[in-house]
Nanobody, 116 residues
């Protein structure tokens, strides 16, 4: 089992930037892929980005060109770099780990608020 903890959320004005981090601990070698999701009270949880073990990434159309992801394998940490934020990016951001043998784990989430 893997434990995930997100950090880096907060308040930012439109056009600003934030970097989220997801620190993983436990059975790291069992992780096949990691992803970021976000959720607001009005919407279902929405996929944002995925990063594979070799670092390849995929991003939703809503964030493509504005968000990037990076991995720090030495610290077992995944980062989500968010630029040119808009109010529509507001939500709780969750980190997900998917396992080679199936199944997944989630972090508790970190709040991102974009407003003026």
């Amino acid at each position: 089992q893997v434990q995930l903890v997100e950090s880096g959320g907060g308040w930012v004005q439109p056009g600003g930037s934030l970097t989220l981090s997801c620190a993983a601990s436990g059975a790291i070698s069992s992780i096949s892929r990691m992803a970021w999701y976000r959720q607001t009270p009005e919407k279902e949880r929405e996929w944002v980005a995925s990063v594979g073990r070799i670092g390849s990434g995929a991003f939703s159309d809503a964030v493509k060109g504005r968000f990037t992801a990076s991995r720090d394998d030495a610290k077992n940490t995944l980062h989500l770099i968010m630029n040119n934020l808009t109010p529509e990016d507001t939500g709780v951001y969750y980190c997900q780990a998917m396992y080679f043998q199936g199944g997944q784990s989630w972090g508790p989430g970190t709040q991102v608020t974009v407003s003026s």
